[in-house]
C-alpha cells in the first residue's frame, strides 16, 4: 500500500502532474513575455497563465451537435495521460537514474505522438469544417516531422554505441559532435511543430481556419488541451536534452541551463519566422531535414565504426 501511495504521489504530485503543470505553465509565460517583448508589448503578467485557465475550467461545455461526444470527451484526456506519463518517466530518470528500463527511450517516443493523435481524434469528432481542416493539417504535419524525429535519435543511438536506455544516454553529449549537432538541430525543428509554435501552427492558424483543430472546444475541455500544451513546453525540451545535451549530469544549475537554451531556441525560431503552409512544411522535414539526417547517420556510422567522436 506504501509503494502504491508513492507511486501516486509521483505521478500526481511530484515530478508528474502538480509539478509538471507549474512548471509548464511558467514556461508558457515565458515565451508569452519574450514574444511580447520582441514585438515592443508589455505582454501578460506571471500569473495569467494560471489564470487563463482557472476561468476556463469555470465556463461551461459546449459540444455540437453532430460531434461524436465520447471521443470529443476523451481525445483531451487521453492527450494529458500521455504527456502526464512521458514527463513523469523523463523526471523519475533525470531525479533518480536507477528508475530506468531498457528501451525506455522507444517508450517516450510512443508517448511523445499520443497527443498529437489525441489532437487529430477529437477534432475530427467534432463534425466542424474548420476543424475538419485543421485536422488534415495536423495529420499531415505529423507524417511531416515524426520520420525525421525518428531519424534524428537513431543517429543518438548509434551514437551512443547502441544504447536503448535514456539513463545511459544521457551521460554522454551527441551534440558535441557533427552528426549529433545535425540531428540536434533537425530534432528541435520537430519540436517546435509538435509544439504548434511559428511556423509550423499551421493546424491552429487563428487567422486562417479561427483556431483549427480546437476551434470546437471549450470550457474544461479547453482548459485541458490548455495543460496538456504547457506540459508538452516541458517535457519536450527536456527530452531533447537528455538525449542531446547530456541531460542533468553534473550540477543541477548546468540541467537548467540546458533547458533553458532548447526553451530560448523554440522562442527565437517562433519570433523570427511566418507561418508556412503545409505543402512547404511537408517538403521542408521530408526533403531537406530528411537529407540532411541520412548524411548525419552516415557520418555516425563512420564515426562509430572508426572510433572518430567528432564525426
Not at 487529430?120 to 485543421?134: E, N, R, V
Amino acid at each position: 500500500m506504501t509503494q502504491a501511495l508513492q507511486n501516486l504521489f509521483w505521478i500526481f504530485i511530484f515530478p508528474g502532474f502538480v509539478f509538471t503543470v507549474c512548471l509548464g505553465l511558467v514556461a508558457s509565460w515565458i515565451v508569452r513575455k519574450v514574444s511580447a517583448l520582441v514585438q515592443w508589448r508589455v505582454g501578460p503578467p506571471f500569473l495569467q497563465p494560471f489564470y487563463d485557465v482557472m476561468k476556463l475550467l469555470g465556463k461551461e461545455v459546449l459540444i455540437p451537435e453532430e460531434a461524436q461526444q465520447t471521443v470529443f470527451k476523451a481525445a483531451p484526456v487521453v492527450g494529458l495521460a500521455g504527456v502526464l506519463l512521458l514527463s513523469t518517466m523523463l523526471w523519475r530518470i533525470t531525479i533518480d537514474p536507477t528508475r530506468l528500463f531498457v528501451g525506455d527511450i522507444i517508450v517516450a517516443i510512443y508517448l511523445m505522438v499520443l497527443p498529437s493523435l489525441a489532437l487529430i481524434l477529437g477534432s475530427s469528432a467534432s463534425a466542424s469544417p474548420h476543424a475538419a481542416l485543421g485536422t488534415s493539417r495536423e495529420m499531415k504535419l505529423v507524417m511531416g516531422y515524426e520520420l525525421s524525429l525518428v531519424l534524428a535519435f537513431i543517429v543518438v543511438i548509434i551514437k551512443s554505441g547502441g544504447q536503448l536506455s535514456l539513463a545511459a544516454i544521457a551521460q554522454q553529449t551527441p551534440a558535441l559532435s557533427i552528426s549529433g549537432m545535425l540531428a540536434f538541430l533537425v530534432a528541435l525543428l520537430c519540436v517546435q511543430a509538435k509544439l504548434g509554435f511559428v511556423p509550423f501552427d499551421i493546424a491552429e492558424a487563428e487567422t486562417e481556419v479561427a483556431s483549427g483543430v480546437l476551434m470546437e472546444y471549450s470550457g474544461a475541455l479547453l482548459a485541458v488541451w490548455k495543460l496538456v500544451q504547457a506540459m508538452m513546453l516541458v517535457a519536450l525540451p527536456l527530452f531533447l536534452v537528455m538525449v542531446f545535451l547530456g541531460g542533468f549530469t553534473g550540477a543541477l544549475w548546468a540541467g537548467i541551463a540546458k533547458y533553458v537554451l532548447v526553451l530560448v531556441l523554440l522562442i527565437l525560431i517562433k519570433n523570427t519566422n511566418p507561418r508556412v503552409r503545409i505543402d512547404q512544411a511537408m517538403k521542408f522535414f521530408w526533403f531537406y531535414c530528411g537529407v540532411v539526417l541520412v548524411a548525419a547517420v552516415i557520418l555516425a556510422i563512420i564515426g562509430n565504426s572508426y572510433g572518430i567522436k567528432w564525426l
